[in-house]
Nanobody, 116 residues
């Protein structure tokens, strides 16, 4: 059974940090690029960061560049999103997505709230 399980969300003050994890199972993790998306209330889901199968290629949305870092550990079938200098506008549900040649898989999301 394919699963992507996000964790690490929560409530944090502006300027704080969180590290999200996305643990995969049920498919060959190293064969998939991984994306992190987020969706704020009333807004469309947006792509935040992407990482290639080996981790050599990484891309970020302009809104998070310099603050967020995506990484992966293929031995643990896990991808991470380190989020620093968080802002209230980063508040959203964060989702990971595995992107493959024949199939894509989504996690259930984890809530991140940035508020004082």
């Amino acid at each position: 059974q394919v699963q992507l399980v996000e964790s690490g969300g929560g409530l944090v003050q502006p300027g704080g940090s969180l590290r999200l994890s996305c643990a995969a199972s049920g498919f060959t993790f190293s064969s998939y690029n991984i994306d992190w998306y987020r969706q704020a209330p009333g807004k469309e889901r947006e792509l935040v960061a992407s990482i290639s199968r080996t981790g050599a290629g990484r891309n970020y949305a302009d809104s998070v560049k310099g603050r967020f870092t995506i990484s992966r550990d293929n031995a643990k079938s896990t991808v991470y999103l380190q989020m620093n200098s968080l802002k209230p506008e980063d508040t959203a549900v964060y989702y990971c997505k595995a992107v493959g040649a024949l199939a894509n898989y989504w996690g259930q999301g984890t809530q991140v709230t940035v508020s004082s």
